[in-house]
């Protein structure tokens, strides 16, 4: 795999994360937003990210543009909620299936790891059986699914529900990776879309 920094994302990125956005967008059900949209339309959804329990943790070759981000956000408005936090990946074509969208979910979870936080949902357009995947890897399992809320491309979706427990001051890792509490700092340095 070529080589790539994982960090948290800059104002910088924003125009890249919009064009891959806008793949899925226009290409995928895996979003229910059916309309492109500029970088400015998307510069509030950018500073939804400020850190603690809200981060955006991009991949970038050396000197190149973003290739894809993870993210955590805001569940639901309500305060009774903030211990919950929605996850979302989202990858350039050409980066999916090799492993990048772990690489971004290691990052993205060890710098949470300190946050008191409780659960991660992921809510998954369905069929999508490659991020189905990669979120039972990462220990989510389905807890609902919605049918046919979603109508795009003709056809309506039905939308899993997916859920992880956290545990503040636990690192989450994959399936078969044992969890252990971050080194250092809260932060580290350092396929699919959802949501």
Same mark, same amino acid.
């Given at each position: 795999m070529q080589d790539l920094r994982i960090r948290s994302a800059l104002p910088s990125?924003?125009? $890249?994360?919009?064009?891959?956005?806008?793949?899925?967008?226009? /290409?995928t059900p895996f979003t229910f937003e059916t309309?492109?949209?500029?970088? $400015?339309?998307? !510069?509030?959804w950018l500073e939804r990210h400020p850190g603690g329990p809200y981060q955006l943790w991009v991949a970038a070759p050396e000197g190149?543009?973003?290739?894809?981000?993870?993210?955590?956000? /805001?569940?639901?408005?309500r305060p009774a909620y903030d211990t919950?936090?929605?996850?979302?990946?989202?990858?350039?074509?050409?980066?999916?299936?090799?492993?990048?969208?772990? !690489?971004?979910?290691?990052?993205?979870f060890d710098s949470i790891a300190g946050?008191?936080?409780?659960?991660?949902?992921?809510?998954?357009?369905?069929?999508?059986?490659?991020?189905?995947?990669?979120?039972?890897?990462?220990?989510? !399992?389905?807890?609902?699914?919605?049918?046919?809320?979603?109508?795009?491309?003709?056809?309506?979706?039905d939308v899993g529900i997916f859920s992880r427990p956290l545990e503040?001051?636990?690192a989450v890792r994959p399936e078969g990776e044992m969890l252990t509490p971050p080194s250092g700092s809260t932060s580290s340095q350092g396929e699919?879309?959802?949501g």
């Open positions: 990125d924003l125009e $890249a994360l919009t064009e891959i956005y806008n793949h899925y967008v226009a /290409q309309r492109p949209s500029t970088p $400015a339309e998307r !510069r509030a190149a543009p973003a290739v894809g981000w993870a993210e955590t956000g /805001q569940f639901r408005p919950t936090v929605e996850v979302s990946v989202y990858l350039a074509p050409p980066w999916v299936g090799r492993g990048l969208g772990s !690489r971004l979910y290691r990052a993205l946050e008191k936080l409780h659960r991660a949902v992921a809510v998954i357009a369905l069929p999508n059986p490659a991020s189905v995947a990669l979120h039972t890897r990462w220990g989510f !399992r389905e807890v609902g699914r919605l049918s046919e809320v979603g109508w795009k491309f003709g056809r309506y979706w503040p001051g636990v699919l879309g959802t």
